[in-house]
C-alpha cells in the first residue's frame, strides 16, 4: 500500500537523470580535463544542466541543476558556490521557456546551452578579470577558446537527454 | 529571463567567489560528502597509472635510473665537499662568536585528492584539514623542499591549496647570489603553461637564466630558503632594463601526489 504512494516512474527517471549526471561529470572531470587545445579546456555543463530542464520542465531543471552545481563546484576545487547558483537557474530558465515560448527541437536547444555555456564562461572569467586583475585580452580569448571548445558537445548532450527522456519507465 | 539569471548568478558568485578562510557550511558538508569518493577515484587513477608506467615506461625508468646513478655519485661528492666546508664554517662561527644558522618545521603529510579542473585557477586539494592543526595560510611544499602553494581554504578532512602556478599567488624571492628581493607573480597567461612572473626587481638586481629563486622569509607567511623555481627566459625592455622574468616552479606539479603542509616555522640566520 504505501508503494502505491510512490510515483515509481518519476523514481526511476530521478535515477536515470542523476546516474546522467554522473556520467556527465566523468566526461568533464576525466575526459574533456586531459584535452587543451591552446592551453584551454572545454567547460560543458551548462549544457547538461539545460538539457534536463529542457525536457522535464523548469522542477526538475532546477533541482538536477542544483546537484550538478554543487558536484560541479566541488571538482573544480575553488572557493565558490557559483556553478550551484548558476546551474538550477539555467534548468529553470530552460524548462520555462519550452513550456511557454520554444520547441523542444534541437535549434531551440543549441540557442539555450550555446547562452548558458557562454554566460558560464563570462561568469568563471568575471571573477578573474576584477579580482585578479588579469590581462582582458587573454582572459576573454580563454573564455571564447572555452565557449568554442564545448560548443560541440551540445549535439551528444541534446541525443542524450531526448533519448532519456523517450525511455519507458513505466515496467 | 537571461538578464535575471546573469543578475542572480553574478551577484551571488561574486559575494563568495574567490573567499579565503573557513569554508562554507555548504561547501565542508559536500566536501565531507565527497571525500571519500574521492579518495577511492585518485587510488585507482593511481593504481592505472602506476600499470600504465610499468608497461610502457620501463625503458624510460631504466634510463632515468642509470642518469640518477650519476647524479648521486656528483652529489655524493659534493657533500664530501660540503662536509669539509661545513666543518670549516663552525670552527669560523666559533671565533666569532656567531649564532648557528637554524631552522626547525612542523610537517603534516597530506595526499592531494583533487586537482581543480578549470582554465581559470590552479588549485589543488590535499585530504588533511583543520582537524590536523592545519590553517590558511601556512606553506606547502613537496619532498624536496619546492615551494608547491598555500593553504587558502579548509574543512574537516580537506583543505585547497593555491598552486604556486595560480594568477592569484604572490611570494617574496632572492633572486641571484645576491639575494636581490623580488616577487614571483601569478600571470594568467603563463598559468596556462604552469609557469610564473618574477617582477618588482629592485634596481640593483640582476636576474640570469637558471638563476634559482629561493623564498625570501619577509612577511613571516613562508619560511625562507624553499626552492620556488628557476628563472626561464628574461625579458628586457628597450634600454635593456630587466622588465619580467618567467619562471618554472621548482616542484612538478602535475606528478605531485604527496605534499608537506609547514604548519609553523622557526628559523635563524
Not at chain 1, 571538482?75 to 513550456?99: H, Y
Not at chain 1, 515560448?101 to 568575471?126: C, D, E, P, V
Amino acid at each position: 500500500m504505501l508503494l502505491d504512494l510512490i510515483n515509481l516512474q518519476k523514481v526511476r527517471r530521478a535515477f536515470v537523470y542523476f546516474g546522467f549526471i554522473l556520467a556527465a561529470l566523468l566526461v568533464q572531470n576525466s575526459i574533456l580535463d586531459k584535452i587543451e587545445i591552446l592551453g584551454v579546456k572545454a567547460m560543458f555543463l551548462p549544457a547538461v544542466a539545460a538539457v534536463i530542464g529542457f525536457f522535464e520542465g523548469g522542477v526538475w531543471g532546477v533541482v538536477f541543476g542544483l546537484v550538478l552545481g554543487l558536484f560541479c563546484d566541488i571538482g573544480m576545487g575553488e572557493s565558490t558556490v557559483l556553478f550551484t547558483v548558476f546551474m538550477p537557474l539555467i534548468g529553470f530558465a530552460a524548462g520555462v521557456l519550452t513550456t511557454f515560448f520554444l520547441t523542444k527541437r534541437l535549434f531551440a536547444f543549441f540557442i539555450i546551452s550555446f547562452t548558458a555555456i557562454i554566460i558560464g564562461a563570462f561568469l568563471q572569467l568575471f571573477g578573474v578579470l576584477v579580482i585578479s586583475g588579469a590581462d582582458p585580452v587573454r582572459v576573454l580569448l580563454t573564455g571564447g577558446l572555452q565557449v568554442l571548445w564545448s560548443t560541440p558537445m551540445i549535439f551528444p548532450v541534446y541525443y542524450s537527454g531526448k533519448r532519456l527522456s523517450e525511455l519507458d519507465l513505466s515496467k | 529571463m537571461l538578464a535575471l539569471i546573469l543578475a542572480v548568478a553574478l551577484l551571488s558568485g561574486l559575494a563568495i567567489s574567490r573567499s579565503e578562510g573557513e569554508a562554507t557550511t555548504l561547501k565542508d558538508a559536500s566536501m565531507s560528502l565527497s571525500l571519500p569518493a574521492k579518495q577511492a577515484s585518485h587510488g585507482i587513477v593511481g593504481w592505472l597509472e602506476g600499470i600504465y608506467s610499468y608497461m610502457f615506461k620501463y625503458d624510460k625508468l631504466v634510463e632515468e635510473n642509470e642518469s640518477l646513478k650519476v647524479e648521486l655519485a656528483e652529489t655524493r661528492r659534493a657533500l664530501r665537499e660540503a662536509e669539509a666546508a661545513n666543518a670549516e664554517n663552525e670552527r669560523f662561527r666559533e671565533l666569532l662568536n656567531l649564532r648557528s644558522k637554524f631552522s626547525s618545521f612542523v610537517f603534516e603529510s597530506a595526499f592531494i585528492i583533487d586537482r581543480g579542473n578549470t582554465n581559470w585557477s590552479r588549485i589543488i586539494t590535499i585530504n588533511k584539514g583543520e582537524e590536523s592543526g592545519i590553517e590558511v595560510g601556512d606553506c606547502v611544499i613537496d619532498s624536496c623542499y619546492n615551494l608547491v602553494g598555500q593553504v587558502v581554504e579548509l574543512g574537516t578532512g580537506w583543505a585547497d591549496v593555491r598552486s604556486i602556478v595560480d594568477a592569484d599567488i604572490r611570494v617574496g624571492v632572492q633572486v641571484g647570489e645576491g639575494g636581490n628581493a623580488a616577487m614571483v607573480e601569478g600571470d594568467f597567461a603563463l598559468m596556462q603553461k604552469d609557469r610564473v612572473k618574477l617582477s618588482r626587481f629592485t634596481d640593483e638586481t640582476q636576474v640570469l637564466e637558471q638563476d634559482i629563486l629561493l623564498t625570501s622569509g619577509k612577511g613571516g607567511l613562508f619560511p625562507s630558503g624553499l626552492t620556488v623555481g628557476v628563472v626561464e627566459s628574461v625579458h628586457t625592455e628597450a634600454g635593456g632594463q630587466v622588465e619580467y622574468a618567467v619562471v618554472a616552479p621548482g616542484c612538478e606539479l602535475g606528478a605531485l601526489t604527496e605534499v608537506f603542509v609547514i604548519k609553523d616555522f622557526s628559523i635563524v640566520e
